[in-house]
Nanobody, 119 residues
Framework: QVQLEESGGGLVQAGGSLRLSCAAS????????MGWYRQVPGKERESVAV???????????EYADSVKGRFTISRDNAKNSVYLQMNSLKPEDTAIYYC?????????WGQGTQVTVSS
């Protein structure tokens, strides 16, 4: 069982930055693949950034085309947390952002944090 809690959302002007945090409890996050998704009313939830492992303990991020070069996902295993650094924000980035943890048949979601980018 994993509990996820997002924080760091808010209102920001276009071109600004936000850093989202996802604190995990119940299990250490190293046991899970972590990701950030977002959803706007009337649309399906979409993947924004996910972590992938390579060469054992080395991980990298996979990003949606719309955020490549602007968003960065990172992990801090010692703090059992995942982050999403969002730079050069655009109004199109406005959405509820969800932290996700996946492992085999298990799929956990946080409650979401609102990100609003004004033009």
């Amino acid at each position: 069982q994993v509990q996820l809690e997002e924080s760091g959302g808010g209102l920001v002007q276009a071109g600004g930055s936000l850093r989202l945090s996802c604190a995990a409890s119940g299990r250490t996050l190293i046991s899970y693949n972590m990701g950030w998704y977002r959803q706007v009313p009337g649309k399906e939830r979409e993947s924004v950034a996910v972590t992938r492992w390579s060469r054992g303990s080395i991980y990298y991020g996979e990003y949606a085309d719309s955020v490549k070069g602007r968003f960065t996902i990172s992990r801090d295993n010692a703090k059992n947390s995942v982050y999403l650094q969002m730079n050069s924000l655009k109004p199109e980035d406005t959405a509820i952002y969800y932290c996700n943890a996946r492992s085999g048949p298990y799929n956990y979601w946080g409650q979401g944090t609102q990100v609003t980018v004004s033009s």
